[in-house]
């Protein structure tokens, strides 16, 4: 079972702690044996969900939108990411060079098409902008995979 995550980022420390819980429940759900993640490994979800896959013993694939990418992240999460990268079991490239929403949308394309299900940490409304959670959600329900939003009941932004 190939899954993919995406969500929003700089989320509010309670509705972290809730949103790490929904997704740590969600990948415990699948045999790990079986199990591919594949994320960006941006911060928040995308790399608690990579975390929680590795956790599991799961093999991890990440998607780079841009070459540029890990320089548009915050700098604190640097580590994390190059952790996480150093143990993905395969990484995909879109071959763009800014890290833009173009780039994010590319990366989040390539994403859906590599996996059977969804993850999306999205609290329903729509994207602040272009290659937003709201968008790639529409993208894989076009495409026909199924998205499963994780979100807490009264949570926000």
Do not use: N
Not at 82 to 92: G, P
């Amino acid at each position: 079972m190939r899954v993919g995550i995406t969500g929003h980022r700089g989320l509010s420390t309670e509705v972290e702690g809730q949103v790490r819980a929904l997704l740590e429940a969600a990948v415990s759900q699948y045999d790990p044996i079986d199990l591919v993640g594949v994320s960006c490994i941006a911060d928040g979800p995308d790399a608690w969900f990579a975390e929680y896959v590795l956790g599991r013993g799961a093999r991890l694939e990440v998607v780079i939108p841009a070459e540029e990418y890990r320089e548009g992240l915050p700098e604190e999460h640097w580590p994390v990411y190059d952790q996480l990268l150093t143990r993905a079991a395969e990484v995909h490239r879109t071959g763009m060079s800014t890290s833009d929403s173009a780039a994010h949308m590319a990366g989040s394309e390539i994403l859906v098409g590599l996996v059977d299900e969804l993850l999306a940490v999205w609290d329903g409304k729509p994207a602040w902008g272009y290659g937003g959670t709201a968008d790639v959600v529409a993208y894989a329900e076009r495409t026909g995979v199924p998205a499963r939003v994780l979100w807490p009941e009264g949570a926000s932004r």
